[in-house]
């Protein structure tokens, strides 16, 4: 699972994490359909204190227009992830800016970009990069979320502000 999770993460394979999702609901629900696993994860956020107030989720890819989540959900994920026995698979599964395909070309110039583990998503006038800085000058990681909705600028533009906003939370943390 831990290859599967990394490919998902570091390459954004939509496939898999679509196919994923059916497993997760064959493996833990008994039926291998978008529906148990949207229950299944539906049910994993909740011990995680996020509510379906926070997410509403219609797929595995985070593709369909009917996905919604709160920025507040996903660092409240980071925090959970940070105190699960699994947080080490997890935290390598991220992508690294500069390394891997999906933020080959993030931050660009930035110093410490390495010490960046993130995640990146995009649809129609969408964008979010969320992730963990293991901060240079104090150790310890800090997750963030950064989400944009309904912008109507070039899409470079939302991307070096991300990379902007990160590199200054790399200067200072």
Same mark, same amino acid.
């Given at each position: 699972?831990?290859?599967? #999770?990394?490919?998902? @993460? ?17 493996? $833990? ?15 994993? +956020?909740? =011990?995680?204190? !996020?509510?379906? *107030?926070? #997410?509403? &989720? ?5 593709? =369909?227009? %009917? @996905? &919604?989540?709160?920025?507040?959900? !996903? ?6 992830? @940070? ?6 698979? %997890?935290?390598?599964? +991220?992508?690294?800016?500069?390394? *891997? ?5 993030? $931050? ?16 129609? @006038?969408? &964008?979010?990069?969320?992730? %963990? #800085? ?6 310890? $990681?800090?997750?963030? =979320? #950064?989400?944009?909705?309904? %912008?109507?600028? *070039? ?7 991300? *990379?902007?906003?990160?590199?200054? +939370?790399?200067?200072?943390?």
């Amino acid at each position: 699972m831990a290859v599967v #999770i990394s490919v998902i @993460n570091k390459n954004s394979q939509n496939f898999f994490a679509e196919q994923t999702l059916k497993t997760i609901g064959k493996e $833990l629900g008994g039926e291998g359909s978008f529906k148990k696993g949207l229950e299944i994860v539906a049910a994993f +956020l909740d =011990s995680a204190g !996020i509510s379906g *107030d926070d #997410i509403s &989720m219609h797929d595995g890819s985070g593709l =369909s227009h %009917y @996905n &919604m989540v709160k920025p507040e959900a !996903i660092i409240r994920l980071f925090k959970y992830m @940070n105190h699960s026995p699994n947080f080490k698979t %997890y935290y390598e599964s +991220l992508a690294i800016p500069g390394v *891997d395909r999906s933020v080959k070309k993030r $931050l660009e110039y930035i110093e410490f970009r390495e010490r960046v583990r993130s995640k990146t998503g995009s649809i129609a @006038n969408a &964008m979010t990069f969320s992730g %963990y #800085i293991d901060g240079p000058r104090t150790g310890h $990681l800090l997750a963030f =979320s #950064i989400k944009v909705n309904k %912008y109507n600028c *070039d899409s470079d533009y939302v991307l070096n502000w991300f *990379d902007s906003v990160v590199g200054r +939370l790399l200067s200072v943390y």
